[in-house]
């Protein structure tokens, strides 16, 4: 019976220090995952201050806003499906190079919005980024039940901006950015737990293209919180 009880206590103890080691390696993973994420969000700010610094880059991206879209999504894509036959210098370099570009992209908001405004706006989403985010790593809730509606309500933006660009109803374009706010708010805890589920689920694995591409991730959810918060409240010129 002794020998029962011991053995029970060593397989207690043996479970709490496994979990307390796959805790550690997903603390490890997402610190990886959102240095590379701040990383991208700096560079993003560099190349827009450097874009609305310089007329000539200026006028490519006023006038060249739908192609250089549309780069930004191959690039996304590109990154999100060739991600597992990618070396990490190599995905390093295209989440860099698109992080860049949607810096240029994004430097046409301050000839919309008062920089004051943009910089509140930036500092209050990422207040609601870091709560959701550390709302989908320390919940017991198993958040895989939000992914059909944050994926219905996503496709419900990308047809209303898709109307509004014809329509330009503000109606429309206020619906949807509080539906954008909910929907990248919600999806920013989503992605967090779903992340580090996968880290486990590949059985750690600490490669850099997978940091990387789990950096893409919740970039994309900052970048669409911010805009999303910025057509609520921010002030035009």
Not at 15 to 39: I, K, N, P, T, Y
Not at 59 to 87: D, K, T
Not at 104 to 131: E, K
């Amino acid at each position: 019976m002794a020998w029962e009880s011991s053995g029970g206590w060593q397989g207690g103890q043996a479970a709490e220090v496994d979990d307390v080691l796959v805790q550690e390696s997903q603390r490890a993973f997402m610190s990886r995952v959102h240095g590379w994420m701040f990383a991208g969000l700096a560079l993003t700010g560099v190349m827009a201050m450097v874009t609305l610094a310089n007329e000539a880059l200026l006028r490519v991206a006023v006038q060249n806003r739908m192609a250089l879209f549309l780069v930004e999504l191959g690039v996304v894509f590109g990154l999100s499906i060739l991600a597992p036959r990618l070396s990490g210098p190599v995905a390093a370099a295209m989440f860099l190079g698109y992080a860049a570009l949607t810096g240029v992209t994004l430097s046409v908001i301050f000839l919309i919005y008062t920089a004051g405004s943009i910089a509140q706006v930036f500092f209050i989403t990422s207040a609601t980024y870091g709560a959701m985010a550390v709302y989908g790593t320390v919940t017991k809730k198993d958040l895989r039940s939000w992914g059909t509606f944050l994926f219905m309500g996503l496709v419900g933006i990308i047809i209303a901006g898709v109307v509004n660009f014809f329509v330009q109803s503000s109606a429309v374009s206020f619906v949807a950015a509080c539906a954008g706010v909910l929907v990248f708010a919600g999806l920013t805890a989503y992605d967090v737990q779903k992340l580090r589920e996968y880290h486990a689920g590949t059985g750690f694995n600490s490669a850099a293209t997978v940091s990387i591409v789990g950096a893409l991730t919740l970039y994309l959810d900052f970048i669409n919180l911010f805009l999303s918060l910025l057509r609520l409240l921010g002030k035009r010129r």
